[in-house]
């Protein structure tokens, strides 16, 4: 009987503290929507049940915990002192761009935590993470070693997983994790072409580089990806932004472009060198074609696709063979990406469906669906591997809303988030929160 085959998502549970703090420079809609009320439970509800909806789907689903925020333990690194209470208040009064930073919500982009090789390409046979390092932005930074604490909970077997520190911390070395690293394959089973997106050459000034807004992936940090891996040379494939986009708010490569099996869905104007990357990845993928789907710039404009995240979305195989894309509504209210959508499905692809989600908690401070999620190719003894309570089920739904229910405030204005009672009731949440998922003692405030 053959070994069974899975690409399972892990998504990024919204925190207790969810807020639109408009920080990063480059995400036009992070930016849009700076300082505006958010709604703690409704994001977290809306994330859940794209998760229940893909697990219903047929498809493997996990949970990704959400971080600890405000980051106390940061406040204190830079030198405020005290209670909890009176470093938060020393922040918000003495540093208040110091203190929006610690308490960002961009850890539910799970997208960014790591990025993620299967066995099937490594040298070891093992499936190797390794968490971003996030450099370009000092919120995004803080993110690394606790992304890495909970990656070894819910993978944790030597036998089969393999875990790396991050990157050194420094431009040089900016790596952004899966937002930036796609794969495509006949099979998860089998070999694949591991596609390394980036946006400059940290040590050769000399190459293409965006103007306006920050190329936040190296090509250096790609290839040491690649190394830590066991990657073959044979199988990889790296490939640049077009830095005319990264200036139109293309921020990561997903936000352009996804992958999955053998499909590419992507912008014409997404990379350089197109024509000759693409003949690179067919001639490392193999025999069998790959299909690669560009949209035109009449078809949908680069502005209309960063607007609506056409291209974050999710592209999964549904177990009939047929993929799916997975979009937020967005897509489905702009009259020419939903028309674009609607006729993609009749043309000669695999992808067959599209259904349409509400995230718009997440899509306000910049991330859609492929944002939300961390690709894990396994096989069964893989899966079996896995720790199992963070496996989306009707149980676990049920249990997760209920938590949502009892520790998250409907509506969190960005004011409110140096009250030391919110501190309180989040620590809670995620305390209580380990325990329903089992990773042990993740958080700082926990060790």
Same mark, same amino acid.
């Given at each position: ?11 990024? &549970? ?6 639109? +703090?408009? =920080? ?20 977290? *509800? ?58 960002? +919500? ?21 499936? #190797? ?23 070894? +909970? ?9 875990? #790396? ?38 040590? %050769?000034?000399?190459? /293409? ?18 190394? &830590?891996?066991?990657?073959?040379? %044979? ?31 992507? #912008? ?9 990357? !693409? ?35 999710? !592209?999964?195989? =549904? /177990? ?29 692809? /695999? ?20 944002? &939300?999620?961390?690709?894990?190719? !396994? ?14 089920? %009707? ?27 919110? !501190? ?13 998922? *089992? ?9």
């Amino acid at each position: 009987m053959s070994t069974r085959h899975y690409e399972a998502n892990f998504d990024g &549970l919204v925190g207790p503290t969810h807020n639109y +703090a408009g =920080l990063s420079f480059g995400n036009v809609a992070s930016l849009s929507n700076a300082k505006a009320s958010s709604s703690p439970r409704s994001a977290a *509800k809306q994330g859940l049940a794209k998760m229940k909806a893909l697990h219903d789907l047929g498809l493997v689903q996990g949970v990704f915990a959400p971080h600890e925020r405000p980051d106390i333990a940061t406040l204190r690194r830079l030198g405020f002192t005290g209670s909890d209470s009176r470093v938060l208040e020393q922040a918000a009064q003495h540093a208040p761009a110091i203190f929006q930073a610690v308490c960002s +919500a961009s850890s539910m982009w799970t997208a960014n935590a790591a990025t993620v090789s299967p066995g099937a390409d490594s040298a070891d046979g093992k499936v #190797h993470f390794t968490p971003a390092n996030l450099t370009n932005k000092f919120h995004r930074s803080l993110e690394a070693e606790t992304s890495g604490r909970i990656l070894q +909970a819910m993978f944790d077997n030597s036998k089969y997983f393999a875990h #790396h520190t991050h990157l050194p911390d420094n431009e040089h070395f900016g790596d952004e994790g899966a937002a930036n690293h796609t794969r495509l394959c006949s099979n998860y089973g089998h070999a694949g072409v591991e596609i390394f997106t980036f946006g400059r050459y940290a040590f %050769d000034s000399s190459k /293409p580089a965006p103007q306006k807004y920050p190329a936040r992936q190296t090509f250096e940090a790609s290839q040491a990806i690649a190394r &830590l891996h066991g990657l073959n040379d %044979d199988n990889t494939v790296y490939i640049q932004q077009n830095p005319e986009v990264i200036d139109q708010g293309v921020f990561h490569n997903d936000v352009i472009a996804v992958g999955n099996q053998n499909v590419l869905f992507y #912008h014409q104007q997404a990379f350089l060198d197109t024509e000759a990357k !693409l003949a690179e990845i067919q001639r490392k993928f193999g025999a069998d074609p790959v299909h690669f789907i560009a949209v035109k710039n009449h078809e949908v404009s680069v502005a209309d696709a960063v607007q609506t995240y056409l291209f974050n979305t999710q !592209l999964v195989t =549904l /177990p009939n063979g047929n993929m799916a894309i997975i979009a937020p509504t967005e897509c489905q209210d702009n009259p020419r990406v939903a028309a674009y959508l609607a006729d993609l499905v009749t043309r000669d692809t /695999p992808i067959r469906q599209v259904h349409y989600f509400d995230v718009k908690q997440s899509m306000r401070n910049g991330g859609g669906p492929a944002c &939300l999620r961390l690709r894990v190719a !396994l096989n069964e003894a893989e899966l079996a591997a896995v720790n199992p309570n963070v496996l989306m089920s %009707d149980s676990l739904f049920e249990r997760l809303n209920q938590w949502v229910d009892k520790h998250y405030r409907d509506e969190l204005h960005v004011d409110e988030l140096r009250d030391p009672s919110l !501190l309180t009731e989040s620590r809670s949440a995620l305390d209580e929160l380990t325990q329903i998922l *089992k990773l042990g003692s993740v958080y700082p405030f926990q060790r």
